[in-house]
T-cell receptor, first 113, second 113 residues
Framework: GAGVSQSPSNKVTEKGKDVELRCDPI?????LYWYRQRLGQGLEFLIY????????KSGLPSDRFSAERTGESVSTLTIQRTQQEDSAVYLC???????????FGPGTRLLVL | SQQGEEDPQALSIQEGENATMNCSYK?????LQWYRQNSGRGLVHLIL?????REKHSGRLRVTLDTSKKSSSLLITASRAADTASYFC?????????????FGQGTTLQVKP
């Protein structure tokens, strides 16, 4: 079956612009996670969705970051008024449930000029 | 703060040799997962080991977990040039009810042909 997909693969934007990143999880996976990876670093947790439960937003670095998920399907991560420090690879993962294997998408490489 | 820390940061070996990477973490965990990442993009899941397990095997991979020392190791036997990648350990803290993973900085493995 299809894995986790993300779009766009690459995004170049100007400082101050808004960007929207998309994640399509594996069908049937109830848990969805967003992570950020800066160059040469490990991944940092951003936000978690599980079914209709309230999301865990504890990893979002500022109020410029927000994310939505419709039911158990697509999720979008929005970064408003982008800054150069937002440049990173944004990775999405899904799992059948919490504490199970997380499967990652290919990521969106964001460059803020 | 980082939950997982890998050691060494970089490892260079000849094809056919074994590679051992270590991971230490700070808090009690539900499980620990190892991932491989090529060229800074999507992560490939290798092995998940639960807190009540001590060792798991998958092909040429062997993972051990010592919860008393809060450490894990990943052994790749008979390495191949295709094993060249970055390897990350990630822990799912028991204090978390979301399954979010906390990653180390990774070990960069180079296997010379």
């Amino acid at each position: 079956g299809a894995g986790v997909s993300q779009s766009p693969s690459n995004k170049v934007t100007e400082k101050g612009k808004d960007v929207e990143l998309r994640c399509d999880p594996i069908s049937g996976h109830t848990a969805l996670y967003w992570y950020r990876q800066r160059l040469g670093q490990g991944l940092e947790f951003l936000i978690y969705f599980q079914g209709n439960s309230a999301p865990d937003k504890s990893g979002l670095p500022s109020d410029r970051f927000s994310a939505e998920r419709t039911g158990e399907s697509v999720s979008t991560l929005t970064i408003q008024r982008t800054q150069q420090e937002d440049s990173a690879v944004y990775l999405c993962a899904s799992s059948s449930y919490i504490q199970e294997t997380q499967y990652f998408g290919p990521g969106t490489r964001l460059l803020v000029l | 703060s980082q939950q997982g820390e890998e050691d060494p940061q970089a490892l260079s070996i000849q094809e056919g040799e074994n590679a051992t990477m270590n991971c230490s973490y700070k808090t009690s965990i539900n499980n620990l997962q190892w991932y491989r990442q090529n060229s800074g993009r999507g992560l490939v899941h290798l092995i998940l080991i639960r807190s009540n397990e001590r060792e798991k095997h998958s092909g040429r991979l062997r993972v051990t977990l010592d919860t008393s020392k809060k450490s894990s190791s990943l052994l790749i036997t008979a390495s191949r040039a295709a094993d060249t990648a970055s390897y990350f350990c990630a822990t799912d803290a028991r204090s978390s009810n979301t399954g979010k993973l906390i990653f180390g900085q990774g070990t960069t493995l180079q296997v010379k042909p």
